[in-house]
């Protein structure tokens, strides 16, 4: 089975470099030909390979990709716990992204004194963030 391949006018345009109002207007003069979907536009490759002259690339495939976002609270942690603990994790998480096949890890901690109450953010990839997670479980373990 032969598969038609169609890139929308945000990919045409990004192919050609070009900006996504110039390519509808070509489409709309007649000069680029395009097949409406609903209410888009789609072009073919072999038009938009008309149109260049030259072969068009496959579409850039998506691959899949997970994240994780989670708020880890602390209670009871003095501020002094607090700064150290912080350390660690944030130092933790920079080691993390330089390592080989570990996604990139966003970390913010923010205390809230009056609670004695520690929350940390963490975004980031499935692996990397379980890794920080289980960082993080020792940590909390060890006594003030």
């Not at 945000?10 to 192919?15: F, I, K, P, S, T």
């Not at 007649?30 to 073919?44: I, P, S």
């Not at 072999?46 to 899949?64: K, Q, V, W």
């Not at 980031?124 to 020792?138: E, F, P, R, Y």
């Given at each position: 089975?032969?598969?038609q391949?169609?890139?929308?006018?945000?990919?045409?345009?990004?192919?050609?470099?070009?900006?996504?109002?110039?390519?509808?207007?070509?489409?709309?003069?007649?000069?680029?030909?395009?097949?409406?979907?609903?209410?888009?536009?789609?072009?073919?490759?072999?038009?938009?390979?008309?149109?260049?002259?030259?072969?068009?690339?496959?579409?850039?495939?998506?691959?899949?990709?997970?994240?994780?976002?989670?708020?880890?609270?602390?209670?009871?942690?003095?501020?002094?716990?607090?700064?150290?603990?912080?350390?660690?994790?944030?130092?933790?998480?920079?080691?993390?992204?330089?390592?080989?096949?570990?996604?990139?890890?966003?970390?913010?901690?923010?205390?809230?004194?009056?609670?004695?109450?520690?929350?940390?953010?963490?975004?980031?990839?499935?692996?990397?963030?379980?890794?920080?997670?289980?960082?993080?479980?020792?940590?909390i373990?060890?006594?003030?």
């Amino acid at each position: 089975m032969v598969r038609q391949l169609y890139y929308s006018v945000d990919q045409v345009a990004g192919l050609l470099g070009l900006h996504v109002r110039t390519v509808r207007g070509y489409v709309r003069d007649g000069r680029l030909k395009a097949t409406r979907v609903g209410r888009q536009y789609r072009v073919t490759r072999e038009d938009l390979e008309a149109f260049t002259g030259i072969p068009a690339p496959p579409p850039a495939r998506r691959t899949r990709h997970a994240e994780v976002s989670g708020i880890v609270q602390i209670d009871a942690i003095s501020p002094e716990a607090t700064i150290r603990l912080t350390n660690l994790v944030m130092a933790a998480a920079q080691g993390r992204h330089h390592e080989p096949g570990h996604d990139r890890l966003r970390v913010e901690a923010v205390y809230d004194e009056e609670r004695a109450t520690l929350k940390i953010i963490v975004l980031g990839g499935l692996g990397t963030t379980a890794d920080l997670l289980k960082i993080i479980d020792t940590l909390i373990e060890e006594p003030e």
